[in-house]
């Protein structure tokens, strides 16, 4: 009689939790229904937007509306849902909301699951066509034919510095601008079919190994180090060779179907390459912004400290500056920064003022949101 209750009991208590979970389902199910109700009245909203803009002669993209988007968001959320899932959320529904209106064409430094293609998701979604290019020099030609409507392409990595092709690339088409930056923490992993042990070659580009040269020499000390034109390249090696692993990206892995068998053997936890969105315009103004701008000065003593000194008396932040030679002329540079602040801030103007005056060359490259780094 005692087994009897006890099993009856067990049955009670298992019916009550799958009534229990059938309910917490069911109101689910109604959630999404109304999400996806008030995802496509957005979306809805979004069009009337692009038509409005289409009328004005406007841009789908507007980096500074995105950031408000995004940041409002991220404000609002008091949880369970953590940041990072919510940006990718809104990041797509972005992208969707923009492809209404008009699907983009992006191009970026291919091939795809290269880290400037990532960057490139990571900005514009999966929303859009994308088109890969061999090299830096192809993603400016193919945005100033008006072939794309914005660019991606790699500026600075803080492990290595600048990224030369770009610099010279702005040099010579100073009309196209930076509307907007992409900052991802690059994260490399060791992918190979065989055990670690087995590894006799690792390919990979060459900043990527060498932003991995302590892990790999200690890790696969009898390993040859050999260089490819990109990560996603040496990827695809390992699908035909044997006794082989790449240096590459987590999707990549993913996508060509290879095994991991390491995470994160980048030497350095705060890897973070930083991306430039490259339009015919910038952005405009968020109250949270950065200012680019290259010039070239004359080649007299104090003419660099001059320049300076302009951003110190207006108390503006330089938060990158480089120097590059000048390929038409044997012994000059060109000097890139960027800074906080908007084109449109009046110690902005003044700052830039100045600058004209005292500088043989200025360009202003353009103005954009600061943004957060993201994750690969």
Same mark, same amino acid.
Request: contains cysteine.
């Given at each position: 009689?005692?087994?009897?209750?006890?099993?009856?009991?067990?049955?009670?208590?298992?019916?009550?939790?799958?009534?229990?979970?059938?309910?917490?389902?069911?109101?689910?199910?109604?959630?999404?229904?109304?999400?996806?109700?008030?995802?496509?009245?957005?979306?809805?909203?979004?069009?009337?937007?692009?038509?409005?803009?289409?009328?004005?002669?406007? *841009?789908?993209?507007?980096?500074?509306?995105? *950031? $408000? @988007?995004?940041? /409002?968001?991220?404000?609002?959320?008091?949880?369970?849902?953590?940041? @990072?899932?919510?940006?990718?959320?809104?990041?797509?529904?972005?992208?969707?909301?923009? %492809?209404?209106?008009?699907?983009? !064409?992006?191009?970026?430094?291919?091939?795809?699951?290269?880290?400037?293609?990532?960057?490139?998701?990571?900005?514009?979604? &999966?929303?859009?066509?994308?088109? !890969?290019?061999?090299?830096?020099?192809?993603?400016?030609?193919?945005?100033?034919?008006?072939? %794309?409507?914005?660019?991606?392409?790699?500026?600075?990595?803080?492990?290595?510095?600048?990224?030369?092709?770009?610099?010279?690339?702005?040099?010579?088409?100073?009309?196209?601008?930076?509307?907007?930056?992409?900052? #991802?923490?690059?994260?490399?992993?060791?992918?190979?079919?065989?055990?670690?042990? *087995?590894?006799?070659?690792?390919?990979?580009?060459?900043?990527?190994?060498?932003?991995?040269?302590?892990? #790999?020499?200690?890790?696969?000390?009898?390993?040859?180090?050999? &260089?490819?034109?990109?990560?996603?390249?040496?990827?695809?090696?390992?699908?035909?060779?044997?006794?082989?692993?790449?240096?590459?990206?987590?999707?990549? %892995?993913?996508?060509?179907?290879?095994?991991?068998?390491?995470?994160?053997? $980048?030497?350095?936890?705060?890897?973070?390459? =930083?991306?430039?969105?490259?339009?015919?315009?910038?952005?405009?103004?968020?109250?949270?912004?950065?200012?680019?701008?290259?010039?070239?000065?004359?080649?007299?003593?104090?003419? #660099?400290?001059?320049?300076?000194?302009?951003?110190?008396? /207006?108390?503006?932040?330089?938060?990158?500056?480089?120097?590059?030679?000048?390929? $038409?002329?044997?012994?000059?540079?060109?000097?890139?920064?960027?800074?906080?602040?908007? =084109? *449109?801030?009046?110690?902005?103007?003044?700052?830039?003022?100045?600058?004209?005056?005292?500088?043989?060359?200025?360009? @202003?490259?353009?103005?954009?949101?600061?943004?957060?780094?993201?994750?690969?």
């Amino acid at each position: 009689m005692t087994r009897k209750s006890d099993a009856a009991t067990t049955t009670n208590a298992t019916d009550k939790i799958a009534a229990n979970l059938k309910a917490l389902r069911v109101q689910i199910d109604k959630l999404d229904l109304q999400i996806l109700e008030l995802l496509n009245k957005r979306a809805a909203i979004a069009g009337q937007i692009g038509k409005v803009k289409a009328d004005q002669g406007g *841009e789908v993209f507007s980096a500074a509306r995105e *950031e $408000e @988007v995004i940041n /409002n968001i991220l404000a609002a959320n008091h949880g369970p849902l953590q940041e @990072v899932t919510l940006k990718s959320i809104f990041r797509e529904l972005i992208s969707g909301s923009r %492809a209404v209106q008009k699907v983009q !064409r992006i191009a970026f430094l291919g091939p795809e699951y290269s880290y400037s293609h990532l960057a490139a998701l990571e900005r514009f979604g &999966e929303a859009v066509a994308y088109n !890969r290019t061999a090299n830096i020099s192809a993603v400016f030609e193919e945005v100033a034919r008006r072939h %794309a409507d914005y660019g991606v392409v790699p500026l600075e990595n803080s492990t290595d510095g600048r990224i030369a092709d770009t610099l010279d690339m702005f040099i010579r088409m100073p009309q196209v601008k930076i509307c907007a930056e992409i900052r #991802l923490r690059v994260h490399h992993h060791l992918l190979a079919n065989c055990l670690q042990t *087995e590894v006799r070659r690792v390919y990979s580009k060459a900043q990527a190994l060498s932003q991995c040269r302590n892990w #790999l020499s200690k890790n696969l000390p009898h390993a040859t180090l050999h &260089e490819v034109a990109s990560t996603s390249d040496a990827a695809k090696l390992v699908l035909t060779e044997p006794n082989v692993a790449a240096v590459a990206s987590r999707k990549a %892995a993913i996508n060509w179907g290879i095994n991991i068998l390491a995470h994160s053997i $980048e030497d350095s936890p705060f890897n973070e390459t =930083r991306f430039a969105v490259i339009g015919l315009s910038d952005s405009a103004k968020t109250g949270h912004d950065k200012t680019a701008m290259m010039f070239q000065i004359s080649h007299t003593p104090g003419a #660099l400290a001059d320049v300076l000194a302009i951003f110190k008396t /207006n108390k503006i932040n330089l938060t990158w500056i480089e120097s590059f030679p000048y390929r $038409e002329a044997k012994g000059e540079y060109v000097f890139f920064i960027d800074f906080d602040g908007h =084109r *449109e801030d009046p110690k902005v103007k003044k700052t830039i003022t100045a600058m004209e005056n005292i500088c043989d060359v200025v360009h @202003v490259l353009g103005s954009f949101p600061q943004a957060r780094p993201a994750d690969e």
